[in-house]
Structures are given as structure tokens and as C-alpha cells.
């Protein structure tokens, strides 16, 4: 089946660095990415979207100078979360589809756990 | 209301009994329907798609009721290893945009 690896798993970092997270598709062409952030206890909160070659959007509430996204090819897609903070800490996890074939579902990467102190 | 809703549970069942999860949407365009089962602390995965005829997969049998706009998931003969989060899954209106419902939670004891 199709498989989406994220790296890194985990990361623990100071407040005020940044942190880039990667997502690729493995083993097919993903023309869309997704990326969620899911706090404890909470549903996935769709973060932004981003198509190959082209900028991403993002939901309502989600500073995209803060979280720098990038599509640079149709199986890479990086999340950077800029001047980390204790509030960012978060399980941020991303998705692939190849919408290009029909109704796709989506397949996730296995989230990588932030924590700023 | 929101987007996607589910009973967030938790369902505790005993093994082998039949258990079943709705989840209702407000977007009567939406076109794409899953469940995901996403385990403690981990990602995701599909469970399975839904269809409008609806669909069976092993235990597990899906359907979809447009006219009242909801999604259902049903378990037989319930394992412990079925013990996790089920999550709605639907695509917001004639976009590919997927709204996650808040999951709901199952617990299956010996």
C-alpha cells in the first residue's frame, strides 16, 4: 500500500528555534499534502494545504509566516514552525493524495510529537 | 453545528459484541466518506472507504445515508485489538478539503 514517511518522529527544541518537518510519499505521486496538528486529546486540525508547485493555503487562525510550507516536488513537502514556542507544542502530522486518481484517500505519515520548552 | 459530528464515547464493549458508531455531517455536498482508526498517540489509518451502496469488510460493514446525512460503522464480534479512536472522515463539499469528526472512542474488555 501506499506509504507516507515523516521525519523526524519526535523533536524537543528551545522556545524561539525552528523546527522543519518532513513528508514524503514513498511509492506514489502525491499531488496534494496535507498537514494537521492534533493536540491531546483533540481531533486533527487541518493546518494548511499545499499543492505541488504552487503556495499553500491555509485554514483560518493558521499564521503561515510561522509555519512555513513547501511543496518543491510531488513527493516531498517540509512544515517549518519558526520561532518555536511551549504553545506550538503539538503532534503535527501529514498527509498525501493523488487526487488525480479519483476519490484517494488519504495516507498519513506517522506524526512527529514537538515539544518547545 | 458542526462540520462533522461523532459521539465521542468512550464505548466500552465486551469482546465479541456488535458495536456501532454514527457520525452525522452538515455539508450536504460532500462527496467522499472514510473511517480512520488511529491507535494511542499515532497516526491515522484508513479503516475504510464508504460507499453509497455501502460496503463490508470482514467484521466491519459501513454505511451511508445521504438524505439524513450521516456515516455509520459497525464492528461484530469485537476484538481487544479493536481498542482505539474511530475517526469520520468527509470531504468538505465538492472539494478534496477533509474534515475530521473528533473520534470516537472504544474500549474493548476480556
Known amino acids: 500500500g501506499a506509504v507516507v514517511s515523516q521525519h523526524p518522529s519526535w523533536v524537543i527544541c528551545k522556545s524561539g528555534t525552528s523546527v522543519k518537518i518532513e513528508c514524503r510519499s514513498l511509492d506514489f505521486q502525491a499531488t496534494t499534502m496535507f498537514w494537521y496538528r492534533q493536540f491531546p486529546k483533540q481531533s486533527l486540525m487541518l493546518m494548511a494545504t499545499?499543492?505541488?508547485?504552487?503556495?499553500?493555503?491555509?485554514e483560518q487562525g493558521v499564521e503561515k509566516d510561522k509555519f512555513l510550507i513547501n511543496h518543491a516536488s510531488l513527493t516531498l513537502s517540509t512544515l517549518t514552525v519558526t520561532s518555536a514556542h511551549p504553545e506550538d507544542s503539538s503532534f503535527y502530522i501529514c498527509?498525501?493524495?493523488?487526487?488525480?486518481?479519483?476519490?484517494?484517500?488519504?495516507?498519513f505519515g506517522n506524526g512527529t510529537r514537538l515539544t518547545v520548552t | 453545528r458542526k462540520e462533522v459530528e461523532q459521539d465521542p464515547g468512550p464505548f466500552n464493549v465486551p469482546e465479541g459484541a456488535t458495536v456501532a458508531f454514527n457520525c452525522t455531517y452538515s455539508n450536504s455536498a460532500s462527496q467522499s466518506f472514510f473511517w480512520y482508526r488511529q491507535d494511542c498517540r499515532k497516526e491515522p489509518k484508513l479503516l475504510m472507504s464508504?460507499?453509497?451502496s455501502g460496503n463490508e469488510d470482514g467484521r466491519f460493514t459501513a454505511q451511508l445515508n445521504r438524505a439524513s446525512q450521516y456515516i455509520s460503522l459497525l464492528i461484530r464480534d469485537s476484538k481487544l485489538s479493536d481498542s482505539a479512536t474511530y475517526l469520520c472522515?468527509?470531504?468538505?463539499?465538492?472539494?478534496?478539503?477533509?474534515?475530521f469528526g473528533t473520534g470516537t472512542r472504544l474500549q474493548v474488555f476480556p
Open positions: 464508504v460507499y453509497s
Open positions: 472522515v468527509v470531504t468538505w463539499g465538492y472539494t478534496d478539503k477533509l474534515i
Open positions: 498527509s498525501a493524495s493523488n487526487f488525480r486518481q479519483g476519490n484517494s484517500p488519504l495516507h
Open positions: 499545499s499543492n505541488e508547485g504552487s503556495k499553500a493555503t491555509y
